[in-house]
């Protein structure tokens, strides 16, 4: 009895440990089960994807979607729709929105806002501020977050962690995946008289 699949995707350019091939993927329960001839098994739907490359769902763990604060630019909708359109299927999404994202919630309110509206995978970072490094440990556990990211220059409102002790205390407070934004906000503020503004007219 052959084996059946609820998707065999037929004649795709794979490339496997063994190099590229063209070959068959069959997929049960949303996971590929089988690479091979799979021309006799039984399939509740077939896919013809000769000429076509086969490649896993990128997981983008950085993007900047706009909601909530600045929906005319992008909302979670528009931005998951362009993911999935471009081969990813997962998205880690910024905390610098208006409210940013750095208590429960506004975790809370940017998770309702995609239910339903997302089309990939997503989940959110909580932003660390100089004064939330108590509360991290507990946000950084809840249900779609991500991690913690960390601006250390250059932010926007309360997202700024410049001096050292704030940043010891925030990286002291969790055990998961933090990001940094590793500036240096201090010298970025000393040298801001040097740098020179172009003239009126010039091209850039």
Known sequence: MSESFDLVVEGGVCLTPSGRVETDLGIRAGKIAAIGALGGAGAAARFAARGLHVLPGAIDTQVHFREPGAEHKEDLETGTRAAVLGGVTGVFEMPNTNPPTTDAAALADKLARARGRAWCDHAFYVGATGDNAAALAELESRPGCCGVKVFMGASTGSLLVADDAKLEAVLRAGRRRVAIH?????????RRATIR????????
């Open 182 to 190: 590793a500036e240096d906000e201090p010298r970025m503020q000393e």
């Open 197 to 204: 503004q172009p003239r009126a007219g010039s091209r850039l």
